[in-house]
């Protein structure tokens, strides 16, 4: 079993930075893909980013593709989502996630953090 929580999440103007964090309650969280999602108001929740265990691969939805960057600290079994250029569209709640991204299952989620951003 693992257990995620998130953090980082806020109210900010349009154009700032924001760093998510996710931390897991298990080592075992090391052998996961982690992954970032959010779901807006009235929106099914999407895929914002992942990366692999393995070999640290990185994946990003096009919508903040060189704008928002994954990243993991093994040693802290915490992943991070650093998000920068935060537009009004990508007001969510943010949710991690671990599992498989090949597999495009992800078996763990934590509870969500609110990212608000105003115009």
């Known amino acids: 079993q693992v257990q995620l929580v998130e953090s980082g999440g806020g109210s900010v103007q349009a154009g700032a930075s924001l760093r998510l964090s996710c931390a897991a309650s298990t080592r075992a969280f090391s052998r996961y893909d982690a992954g970032w999602f959010r779901q807006a108001p009235g929106k099914e929740r999407e895929f914002v980013s992942a990366?692999?265990?393995?070999?640290?691969?990185?994946f990003y939805a096009d919508s903040v593709k060189g704008r928002f960057t994954i990243s993991r600290d093994f040693a802290k079994n915490t992943v991070y989502l650093q998000m920068n250029s935060l537009r009004p569209e990508d007001t969510a709640v943010y949710y991690c996630a671990a599992g498989s991204r090949a597999a495009a299952s992800y078996d763990y989620w934590g509870q969500g953090t609110q990212v608000t951003v105003s115009s």
């Open positions: 990366i692999t265990w393995s070999t640290s691969s990185t």
